[in-house]
């Protein structure tokens, strides 16, 4: 039921419990000479006290429509912090196990830029303070171009990029490596939404992007976003680079 219906409901059963008992407190000897004498003897106290059990039913249903109404939970994601790298890691490790970039990896590669490493989080405020809860994150490697044939070839894997490979401002970006992904399942759903505004719909780093998935789930996002072999031959294989070019949508001319 709504707010609105569970206060309604507590107000009726207050009212009409309030008038049973005072129709027993002021017309009892009436209603006594009415049935001829032939209620029970202790009719009045099991009626009383049925009609305070309903007046009590009803002051909780009232007091429940006052609950303040949960509001549905969203999640955002922005920039990780320094100090959230931590954080970031040990969710990468217990999602993708310890074959995954080294913290020290990921704080060298946060100094050069830091819009590599962002987190997904929903907002808690308690008591005038304002908390981020992490429940996932995603990576996105901005490449120089003297990244691209080595990323192809596979003679470097996302886990360990060299340093001079990441570009640290969007002129010197030609491409995109799209690292760990994870988040908790509810979160799950808006993370390649996230993704997309982040790194491809913008334009702001690169229209190529590359990544490796190493789990039937990376490789389930990669096609859903449309990512695909290098070699065809090797399609749906893991730990291979898979690829993607975005085509901005062309404007529509009505003739």
């Known amino acids: 039921m709504t707010q609105i219906q569970w206060r309604n409901t507590g107000l009726a059963l207050i009212t009409i419990a309030g008038s049973v008992l005072l129709a027993i407190a002021s017309l009892r000897e009436e209603l006594n000479e009415l049935f001829l004498n032939q209620l029970p003897k202790n009719w009045a106290p099991i009626t009383a006290g049925a009609g305070m059990l309903i007046i009590i039913v009803g002051i909780c249903c009232f007091l429940y429509s006052l609950k303040p ?7 955002r994601y922005d920039k990780a912090l320094g ?56 990576c996105g490697i901005p490449l120089k171009e003297n990244a691209i044939e080595d990323i192809e070839n596979e ?48 334009g702001k780093w690169a229209k190529t992007f590359y990544t490796r998935p190493i789990n039937d789930d990376g490789k389930r996002i990669a096609k859903a976003m449309s990512f695909q072999t290098i070699d065809p031959a090797m399609d749906g294989q893991l730990n291979i680079i898979y690829k993607y070019q975005y085509e901005p949508p062309r404007p529509v001319t009505v003739p």
Not at 69 to 75: A, D, G, L, M, Q
Not at 90 to 113: C, D
Not at 162 to 186: D, K, L, M, Q
């Open 69 to 75: 109404p949960k509001t549905p939970v969203v999640y």
């Open 83 to 138: 100090r959230e790298l931590p954080l970031i890691y040990e969710l990468a490790v217990s999602y993708f196990g310890p074959e995954i970039s080294s913290l020290q990896t990921m704080q060298r590669w946060h100094k050069i830029n830091n819009s590599i490493f962002f987190v997904v989080f929903r907002e808690k405020y308690k008591r005038f303070r304002y908390e981020r809860l992490i429940v996932g994150y995603f």
């Open 155 to 202: 003679s470097v894997t996302g886990a360990h990029i060299p340093e001079h490979f990441i570009a640290a401002t969007p002129s010197e970006c030609v491409a995109v490596y799209i690292g760990g992904i994870a988040a908790n399942f509810r979160a799950r759903p808006q993370l390649l939404s996230f993704i997309n505004t982040e790194y491809v719909t913008n």
